[in-house]
């Protein structure tokens, strides 16, 4: 319970849906109910499918590069760490690439956003797949495996129900709420960067 508890939090600040649903309310704006739940359920879906993939082919990915589980480590905490910053100071959106206008007019003529923007960069980006490598690597019981795996599926689901009802949470916090949660929740996501970067380090350190 511990280990699923830990996997669950790390992965659903990196992930950060709080901070998608002023763009997922945006993009949806001009859709009945029904279409932005299903669009929720299938962005919900395509995170899963991306994070799990992730989380077991990802090592191999590294192999064939020749890329150590280190150097993918500082490399995921230094994203990981300007992902907490950006949630920090305001600019997650810019972070994220949705400030520039041919990305915002390609994001609101996709019909099918399901997939990109809103699973791919937004909620499943290289701070969460890294991440995910990393404790693959990390945990090596099957037992264990199937705990980190039930922990990403309970971050999508969470993912699913706040999206469905995101026009509803948007308007409940309003901006100033959903910014200081997303504030706190940017420290949070600082800390797991800075131990991800530490920890690797003084890894290398001993093994050089």
Known sequence: MELFIVVFAALF??????GTLPIFVGLTQEHSQKERSKISLFTSINVLVILVISFFVGRYILHFFGISIESLRIAGGLIITTSGFALLTGSFSKHKGMEKERVKEDAFQRDAISLTPLAIPMLAGPGSISLLIGLYEQYDLFAQKVIVISAIMAVCFTT?????????IVKFLGASGINAISRIIGFIVIAIGIEYISSSVIAVLKIA
């Open 160 to 168: 699913f129900l706040m999206l469905r009802g995101s026009h509803y």
């Open 13 to 18: 600040s990196v992930i950060n849906p709080l």
